[in-house]
C-alpha cells in the first residue's frame, strides 16, 4: 500500500492543524493507521493509532486530549486533528499502516514520506 501525508504546515502555539494520509493499493480498511513523528537526533516517535473499523484508538500521554485520529474507509483516507498545537508538537509527522494496534514503529509495514508541521511559541 502505498501512503501519502499532508496538511503539514506553520501554526502558532495554540493552533489546530489536520493531517490527512491517503493510501493507495491494497485494501485500506484491512489495515490498522499509525500516526508517529520524528524530530532531527531522535527516534521516531508514537503519536496515535486506530484500528481497521476505527472503533479503537490509542494515544501517546503527550497528545491525549488534544489529537483525536480518525480514518474514512470509503476514502482510504487516515486524519489526524491536533489541536491546542505546542512548541514540542514540532516535528515531521509519518503516518503508517500495519497488521495489529501497536505503538512501535518497526510492527507497520508501510509508510508515509512525512510532513512537516511547525508550531511557533
Known amino acids: 500500500v502505498q501512503l501519502q501525508a499532508s496538511g503539514g504546515g506553520l501554526v502558532q502555539a495554540g493552533g489546530s492543524l489536520r493531517l490527512s494520509c491517503a493510501a493507495s493499493?491494497?485494501?485500506?480498511?484491512?489495515?490498522?493507521m499509525g500516526w508517529f513523528r520524528q524530530t532531527p537526533g531522535k527516534e521516531r516517535e508514537f503519536v496515535a493509532t486506530?484500528?481497521?473499523?476505527?472503533?479503537?484508538?490509542q494515544y501517546a500521554d503527550s497528545v491525549k486530549g488534544r489529537f483525536t485520529i480518525s480514518r474514512d474507509n470509503a476514502k482510504n483516507t487516515v486524519y489526524l486533528q491536533m489541536n491546542i498545537l505546542k512548541s514540542e508538537d514540532t516535528a515531521v509527522y509519518y503516518c503508517?499502516?500495519?497488521?495489529?494496534?501497536?505503538?512501535?514503529?518497526?510492527?507497520?509495514?508501510?509508510w508515509g514520506q512525512g510532513t512537516l508541521v511547525t508550531v511557533s511559541s
Open positions: 486506530i484500528s481497521w473499523g476505527g472503533g479503537s484508538t
Open positions: 503508517a499502516a500495519g497488521p495489529t494496534i501497536d505503538i512501535r514503529p518497526a510492527r507497520y509495514d508501510y
Open positions: 493499493g491494497r485494501a485500506f480498511s484491512n489495515y490498522v
